[in-house]
């Protein structure tokens, strides 16, 4: 195949192979989920009807041809944001999720925010340089291998990362095969609020902030998670917090 | 989903939690009957707000903490109207 300058899954542009061309409009769309096109924030087309796919890409082109005079990107992010939206949204005729409770737990809040000891977990895939959880017992796996891997994530027990409070954002690292990770690598406090959880402490929002915050990748076994949540809630007790803030992805 | 497990099994065992879901995702919320749940109208990916934006991101985290304060109910969520921004600086 000749070399082409195209984005690997990890949206980093690179020379890669050409992908072929698609045998159908439906197989375009699908392949922006974990195929040839992959692109974790576009994958939503594959559950479009190619009707609905053929109708956002027509708008989303016009709108490019406003921005070309307006330099105004927010009317294309509103289009994606509401086709990922309605994408993600079950169908009337969905079949009933694979888990749905018609009630649940509600823990008494018993101190004011200014006394709280907060804690956060996130399901962003976040880790402390230099402690990589090396999922599958591989070494320094990358973005793109993650994403090449996703199956094996989506059938494994998740791996819940330390990241203890003081360590400094550039020390953080993030590696996830369920979205575009790109946001987080400018900034880890977009999927996972580091610094403005130490802010909110410092200005006394909160009293307090645990020792070691929480993170994994949220691309895993349901079942084999809910098998892990007692020693993780009981290793957050430790931690002994009032508050849990929770982020998933 | 992997999160609304978390939530309620965190919960379960007697501290509160307050999970903040991109808008995409606001019926698993609902689904799972997660605690405290606030929806924002974001991307998915970017559930705090654009990169290096410290305002939209402490505006998220203190809707958030409100809701220790204000939910008395299982499965509230609160939606938050303001839509995702983009924020400009060089790479």
């Not at chain 1, 984005?7 to 195929?35: C, I, K, N, Q």
């Not at chain 1, 399901?123 to 599958?136: E, L, Q, R």
């Not at chain 2, 009957?33 to 402490?58: K, Q, Y």
């Amino acid at each position: 195949m000749t070399p082409w300058a195209g984005y690997a899954s990890s949206g980093t542009l690179g020379v890669m192979d050409e992908p072929d061309v698609p045998s159908s409009f439906e197989a375009f769309r699908e392949s922006f989920a974990y195929g040839e096109r992959n692109d974790l924030n576009f994958k939503f087309m594959k559950s479009m009807t190619d009707a609905e796919a053929a109708s956002f890409l027509q708008k989303l082109l016009h709108q490019i041809g406003d921005t070309y005079d307006t330099g105004d990107a927010v009317p294309l992010i509103e289009t994606v944001y509401q086709a990922q939206v309605d994408s993600y949204s079950p169908a009337p005729d969905s079949p009933p999720p694979m888990f749905s409770y018609a009630d649940g737990p509600l823990a008494p809040v018993e101190t004011s925010l200014r006394n709280t000891r907060a804690g956060l977990l996130t399901a962003s895939g976040h880790f402390v340089s230099g402690d990589d959880p090396n999922p599958f017992g591989e070494i320094a796996m990358t973005q793109e291998r993650a994403i090449e891997r996703s199956e094996d994530f989506l059938s494994s027990t998740p791996l819940l990362s330390e990241i203890p409070v003081a360590t400094p954002a550039t020390e953080l690292r993030v590696r996830h095969a369920g979205y575009d990770i790109r946001s987080s690598l400018k900034d880890p406090n977009v999927t996972f609020p580091i610094d403005r959880m130490k802010e909110a402490r410092d200005s006394g929002t909160i009293g307090g902030l645990a020792s070691t915050f929480f993170s994994f990748p949220g691309i895993t076994a349901q079942g084999r998670l809910r098998n892990v949540l007692p020693q993780w809630v009981e290793r957050i007790h430790e931690e002994d917090v009032d508050v849990m803030l929770l982020v998933p992805v | 989903m992997s999160v609304g497990h978390v939530a309620r099994a965190i919960e379960a065992s007697g501290i509160p939690t307050v999970t903040v879901v991109t808008k995409s995702f606001a019926h698993r919320a609902s689904e799972m009957s997660i605690p405290r749940a606030l929806a924002v109208r974001h991307p998915v990916g970017r559930p705090m707000g654009a990169p290096l934006d410290t305002n939209r991101h402490t505006y998220v985290l203190n809707a958030a903490l409100d809701m220790f304060e204000s939910t008395t109910v299982n499965g509230t969520i609160v939606e938050l109207p303001e839509p995702y921004r983009p924020v400009r600086f060089e790479l």
